[in-house]
């Protein structure tokens, strides 16, 4: 089935520092890929969406590209505040009714000031 | 504006109790409806969807079912809680297939 492999549980930095969320995929389509970001106790926001046809995406400093190459769709920031500590979930959509959304494990991001 | 509201904000139940969660869109007609389950510290997993009133789809089994009765009410229940449905429900509201997905504000449940 459709998956999404996010390997860093963690990751801690320090304000403006560099952010890299490394996100792949494996499906057997073009999948629309998102990456949301949770707060404690909220539920997730939605960050970014990419499908085949615009390939990257931008919001609030955040950038991902859609690389199907590599099918992968890594998360970046160039400089990191106190404020993006939180949760941030890789997720697709590639079932053929397109509802069923598939999150990653999550990567925890912690920003010390 | 689209405003997305769950109900309860928390519940703490026994063991084999029955549960009833809410959720209602407003702003938005005939949305995709889902159900999300996420453990605590952990991802994020689909369990309902509806695209109409009066149908549900059923991705996940974990002896839960859900109904939509009008279209901007989604409800998640079961007559029997287990400990393992301890967890943080979320509901979420698309335009469309393949369209994001907007979640609410979740409902915190604690089986005893």
């Known amino acids: 089935g459709d998956s999404v492999t996010q390997k860093q549980g963690q990751v801690t930095l320090s304000e403006d520092d560099f952010l890299f969320i490394n996100c792949t995929y494996s499906?057997?389509?073009?999948?629309?890929l998102f990456w949301y970001v949770q707060y404690p106790g909220q539920g997730p926001q939605l960050l970014l969406k990419?499908?085949?046809?615009?390939n990257k995406g931008i919001s609030r400093g955040f950038e991902a590209t859609y690389d199907k190459g590599t099918t992968s769709f890594h998360l970046q920031k160039a400089s990191v505040q106190e404020s993006d500590s939180a949760v941030y979930f890789c997720?697709?959509?590639?079932?053929?009714?397109?509802?069923?959304?598939?999150f990653g494990i999550g990567t925890r991001v912690l920003v010390r000031p | 504006a689209q405003t997305i509201h769950q109900w309860p904000v928390a519940e703490i139940k026994a063991v084999g109790s029955p549960l009833s969660l809410g959720c209602t869109i407003k702003?938005?007609?005939?949305?995709?409806l889902y159900w999300y389950w996420q453990a605590t510290g952990g991802t994020l997993q689909q369990l309902f969807y509806?695209?109409?009133?009066?149908?549900v789809e059923s991705v996940v089994q974990l002896n839960l079912s859900a109904s939509r009765p009008k279209d901007d009410q989604f409800i998640l229940s079961t007559e029997k809680l287990l400990l393992s449905h301890s967890g943080f429900y979320l509901c979420?509201?698309?335009?469309?297939?393949?369209?994001?997905?907007?979640f609410g504000p979740g409902t915190r449940l604690t089986v005893l």
């Open positions: 997720a697709l959509v590639a079932d053929s009714a397109g509802n069923k959304l598939t």
């Open positions: 509806s695209i109409t009133v009066g149908q």
């Open positions: 499906t057997t389509t073009y999948p629309t």
């Open positions: 990419v499908t085949t046809a615009n």
């Open positions: 702003g938005k007609s005939s949305p995709n």
């Open positions: 979420a509201w698309g335009l469309d297939n393949y369209a994001e997905q907007f």
